[in-house]
Each structure stands twice: as C-alpha cells, then as structure tokens.
C-alpha cells in the first residue's frame, strides 16, 4: 500500500471515529432551547480535531457528515412550511454552521492551533445560526427586533458551548498535544526533564 493511501486511510477511520465520538457527545444536553439549539458539552471538539490532525479538506467533509447527522438527530422545521425556508433552514442551521467546524483545518501544526480555531469556527457557527434567526426564526417573536433577539437567543447557548470547549481545549494542548500532530518542542522537554 503506498504511503499516500495509507494516510488517506489513517484520515478516513480517524474522522469516522471523531464523528461518531461527537455524534455521541451530542445526546449529553445541559440545556435545550425551545426552538433549537442546545448547550452539548465538548460536541464539537471531536470535529475540531479532524481538522486539526488532516487538513481544511478533511475538516469540511467531517463536519458536512456531522450536520447531516444532527439533522437525523432532530430537525427544526421553519415555521413558514415552504420549500426556501426549509432549504434555508437546512443550510444555515445545518450544513454552513457545522461543516464551519472544518475550518479549523487552517491551525494544522499550529502550538496552540485548536485554541485559534475554536472562537474563530465557533463564531462562524454562531454567524450561520444568527442569519437563521434574523431570516427565518424571526416569525416566532415581534419584540426586540429579530436581530436582537437571534443575538440573545443564539448567544446563549454558543456561548455557554465556547466556554466550556475552550477550557479543556486549553488543558489538552498543554497536556495531551500528540492529540493535534504535536510534540513539546525541544525547550519544553529540556526544562521538564
């Protein structure tokens, strides 16, 4: 087997692993939201580290699969029933807001790579659901502003989520970064021994 194929391999069983390890994380809820939207402690740290470890590529493609599967999970349907709505719904709160996830490709080899990436896709995320809101959640409330309201609404739990994400995500890349593709660099192992 070449040696492209087999990293190809490596990056195919690894992202399956990631996706299902977040897939399963996701049914841990602090809290739900009433039109959507949830507080999944460490979901979304899996599909960071597809990117991470393999690239955008693989990055994007791991979090297209995880969007379609937490629209297997539970999907909202817009309130106005129609074609576009749906189609809306299914790309903004679905598959831009999750596959933003990949981007954390763009930190690979990175010291400190998932602690960039993790406020950079989650405000992506937070953005796509945001537009969602504003665009087609807006029906369910006339006070504030729609615009407001998605803000505050969105925030609520995407905020809660980043906090916590980026506090283990701290305590990984500062003990386990072999989790990343990284090694202590040389200045660090010389002071630790």
């Known amino acids: 087997m070449k040696a492209n194929s087999r990293e190809n391999l490596r990056a195919l069983i690894e992202s399956s692993l990631l996706i299902a390890v977040g897939f399963v994380l996701s049914y841990i809820i602090l809290f739900k939201m009433p039109q959507g939207g949830s507080v999944t402690p460490l979901s979304m740290l899996p599909i960071l580290?597809?990117?991470?470890r393999h690239g955008v590529k693989w990055g994007l493609a791991g979090g297209f699969i995880y969007a379609c599967l937490q629209m297997l999970q539970q999907f909202?349907?817009?309130p106005s029933g129609t074609a576009?709505?749906?189609i809306s719904v299914i790309m903004l709160d679905y598959?831009?807001?999750?596959s933003?996830?990949?981007l954390s490709g763009l930190f690979r080899g990175k010291q400190y790579g998932l602690l960039y990436a993790i406020p950079l896709c989650f405000t992506l995320r937070f953005l796509s659901h945001f537009v969602s809101g504003v665009v087609i959640w807006s029906t369910y409330w006339q006070d504030p502003a729609a615009w407001v309201f998605s803000f505050i609404y969105n925030g609520t739990y995407m905020g809660v989520e980043l906090v916590i994400t980026m506090a283990i995500g701290a305590i990984l890349?500062?003990?386990a970064p072999i989790l990343f593709n990284l090694t202590p660099n040389k200045t660090e192992?010389?002071?630790e021994t």
């Not at 598959?95 to 999750?98: D, L, P, Q, V, Y």
């Open 173 to 175: 890349c500062k003990t």
């Open 100 to 102: 933003a996830l990949g």
């Open 49 to 52: 580290m597809i990117g991470l």
């Open 84 to 86: 576009i709505a749906y």
């Open 95 to 98: 598959i831009i807001a999750f």
């Open 189 to 191: 192992a010389a002071q």
């Open 76 to 78: 909202y349907p817009p």
